[in-house]
């Protein structure tokens, strides 16, 4: 653990208007964290009360990524960058870390992990560089498994707080580097017929509820399995889907409105041929 001296950032750098941009950025967290001046709300905060933000945020970037925006993109990658910093000021508050501890950390890592960049070596394919750095994260695991005593394994260190469908398809990669995995993609579709006749049986039997989420979670499961195999990625594909469908039903809703009706006032067969139509429109 990298231990970094609480020290106030202002003892030992410039004065605010000589200060980079990071720099100013450090102290205002600092600021804001100030037992007795600081913001009530920033002050309160905790690495675990944090934590849902980062990952909103994180989302916040890639939406910006997908429409193509560069402005929400600057401004969203600040946002992301000022939840590294909120944690980095509260580990040194702790004596745990600080942002430079963190920055090095990180530089060490890629560093370690890129040799044929930064040391006298080469590998002759992608193919070849891909094996190295499993090789070198492979190993950075069993270290850490060793230090908390557990038996390690393959499926070390994927995070159990990622979205699902993702962790699902990390793990499926995961098992498939040691061989456990269907050869071919259309046994993956075999598998999904199957699940889909096994939620039916649950749905047509006197099955509970969490017999038919399990089925659900299985049939899930299997179709991340069927996109890995085909190099899709299934938050993106379903994040695609969300915007179709958010896209056309808007469409139901506008045409609705033009005729002075809302999706209330319509029956399932008008919205369905409305939705045809946006459907139409769209692909011509």
Not at 124 to 141: F, P, V
Not at 276 to 281: F, I, N
Request: glycine share 4%; proline share 5%.
């Amino acid at each position: 653990m990298v231990t970094a001296k609480k020290q106030s950032a202002s003892e030992t750098t410039s004065p605010p208007e000589m200060e980079s941009p990071l720099d100013r950025l450090l102290h205002i967290m600092e600021r804001l964290r100030d037992p007795e001046t600081g913001c009530p709300w920033d002050k309160e905060q905790t690495f675990r009360t944090i934590a849902p933000y980062t990952i909103e945020e994180a989302y916040e970037v890639a939406d910006a990524i997908e429409e193509g925006d560069m402005v929400a993109l600057k401004e969203e990658l600040g946002d992301l960058l000022f939840q590294v910093v909120f944690y980095a000021e509260m580990g040194r508050e702790a004596g745990h870390f600080d942002f430079h501890a963190i920055a090095g950390a990180i530089a060490e890592k890629m560093t370690r992990r890129h040799p044929h960049v930064f040391e006298d070596m080469s590998y002759d394919t992608a193919e070849d560089r891909m094996e190295a750095w499993e090789k070198e994260k492979s190993a950075e695991r069993h270290a850490k498994s060793h230090h908390k005593g557990d038996t390690p394994s393959i499926l070390d260190d994927v995070p159990s707080a990622l979205p699902a469908l993702l962790r699902a398809e990390k793990l499926q990669k995961r098992a498939a580097r040691v061989g456990f995995d269907w050869p071919q993609a259309a046994q993956v579709l075999d598998k999904i017929e199957e699940e889909i006749a096994e939620l039916r049986a649950e749905m047509d039997g006197k099955s509970t509820p969490a017999r038919q989420e399990d089925e659900i979670g299985d049939l899930f499961f299997a179709l991340a399995n069927l996109a890995r195999h085909l190099k899709i990625d299934p938050e993106s594909a379903l994040r695609h889907t969300n915007a179709k469908f958010e896209r056309r039903f808007r469409h139901i809703e506008t045409w609705l409105a033009e005729d002075g009706r809302s999706p209330d006032d319509a029956s399932l067969e008008e919205m369905e041929a409305l939705w045809l139509q946006a459907k139409k429109e769209e692909r011509s």
